[in-house]
């Protein structure tokens, strides 16, 4: 296992994408939750696979960096699963997640999920692999979410995630861990059942749901590869939108905010742009 765990900011545009990699972040996630909000919809897999392949383009190149990205439960049966790996690696992605619920799928973090059969589950994720390997050599990183321990408990999220192993995925993502120990205990079970695969694990650090709030250097300790922050960027904006907003509305000036603001210049040294400058989209 690695010795450090890799932090994935999540970018729900180019601009944030630009931000995570000028910020020195090694990797930046697309989240399916915050594309559909800042998209006016909730997350419950109203958007298409074309809008959410446009978004992963946009942040693999405002990035330039690798891009794990959410596919939500693959926007269909099997051959939608194949023609999701695709369009994502198509896209720039270094890999996607599918998920084990029913659609309409529900936020991994509320309560009332419903799971798929474990068999077509299975069948699911064999897909992607294969379409994995027919478009990337196998590059293309598969990763298995499971909202198990919600639903049916903590064994099934483990007996669901080693089936999906099995069926190819490379990484496991366990959805609503509640304590240090389950992710301990989730880790050290899942690999004692696949000896002799290399199995990377994602783990989730949202806010304001079942996970409590864990440092990266933490997560390391437990066994996990990969800690993604799916809507940090998104309520941290929307957040300060808000309160603008607010203020602008009471006052009617923007003065007492300029302090809060990202000048001009900052804005332009984020894009790389200089007035009066021919702009060239970086060739990453």
């Known amino acids: ?48 696979l074309d809008h959410f392949a446009r978004t992963v383009r946009e942040v693999v190149t405002g ?4 891009v794990i990205a959410d596919a939500d439960t693959g926007f269909g049966e099997e051959e939608m699963v194949r023609r999701t790996v695709i369009e994502y690696n198509h896209a720039g992605a270094a890999g996607c997640h599918l998920e084990d619920q029913v659609f309409p799928k529900r936020c991994g973090h509320l309560d009332g999920k419903s799971l798929i ?3 077509q589950a299975v069948s699911k994720i064999a897909w992607a692999a294969r379409a994995a390997e ?25 007996d669901r995630a080693t089936a999906y192993v099995e069926a190819g995925a490379s990484m496991i ?56 922050y799916p809507v940090t960027t998104l309520r941290i904006a929307m957040g300060a939108v808000s309160r603008a907003l607010a203020e602008l509305k009471q006052t009617g000036t923007v003065e007492p905010l300029l302090d809060q603001m990202q000048t001009r210049a900052e804005l332009y040294d984020l894009v790389g742009y200089t007035p009066g400058t021919p702009w060239e989209l970086p060739a990453r």
Do not use: H, W
């Open 134 to 158: 027919d478009c990337s050599g196998g590059d293309f990183i598969v990763c298995a979410r499971t909202d198990a321990k919600g639903v049916e408990g903590f064994d099934a999220a483990v």
């Open 63 to 66: 990035s330039g960096l690798p």
């Open 173 to 228: 993502f366990p959805e609503g861990l509640a304590s240090d120990q389950e992710f301990a205990d989730f880790a050290t079970r899942l690999r004692s059942r696949t000896t002799g695969r290399r199995v990377y694990l994602l783990a989730n650090m949202t806010e304001f749901g079942k996970t409590p709030i864990i440092p990266l250097s933490r997560f390391a300790e437990l066994g996990y590869n990969l800690v993604i």
């Open 1 to 48: 296992m690695d010795a450090d765990a890799v932090a994935a900011p999540g970018a729900f545009n180019a601009l944030v994408a630009k931000a995570i990699a000028q910020t020195g972040f090694d990797a930046c996630y697309v989240s399916g939750g915050a594309t559909s909000v800042a998209a006016g919809v909730p997350d419950v897999g109203l958007l298409t």
């Open 117 to 119: 059969p474990l068999e």
